[in-house]
């Protein structure tokens, strides 16, 4: 599925956040990257290294400052999509499915009123 593809059937739209968050593998503690957009449903990140579309990813995003008592948001995330970005270095990746207890769900919505740009 192509990235246009992907926004076409979003249902909510993708907020740019002010900062680009770190968002680490649970399981290796590795850098998959550095978050560029997100809802509560998916999320886009900036890669050094490509990921594998039709992998689920258990990840660790490092929050700005606390929210709702949490300095991390734990959850998984399944890639849909991955390609070069327009710096050669870099890779783009989608991903859908952000599960994770409500908790940390509450949190994400929190990070987006807070820390996401605005619609204009």
Not at 40 to 45: A, D, K, N, P, R
Not at 46 to 72: A, F, H, Q, V, W
Not at 87 to 92: A, K, P, T, V
Request: with cysteine; proline share 4%.
């Amino acid at each position: 599925m192509s990235q246009d593809q992907c926004a076409e059937k979003r249902a909510q739209k993708r907020r740019n956040t002010l900062y680009y968050l770190e968002v680490f593998n649970l399981e290796t503690a590795e850098l998959l990257g550095r978050l560029v957009d997100i809802t509560t449903e998916g999320m886009m990140l900036l890669c050094e290294k490509p990921l594998t579309p039709d992998t689920t990813y258990p990840c660790r995003m490092r929050l700005p400052s606390e929210i709702l008592g949490r300095t991390n948001i734990i959850f998984d995330a399944t890639c849909v999509w991955q390609n070069q970005a327009a710096n050669s270095d870099f890779y783009e990746a989608g991903f859908k499915s952000l599960i994770a207890d409500p908790g940390d769900i509450d949190a994400i919505e929190m990070l987006i009123q807070h820390f996401a740009f605005k619609d204009l």
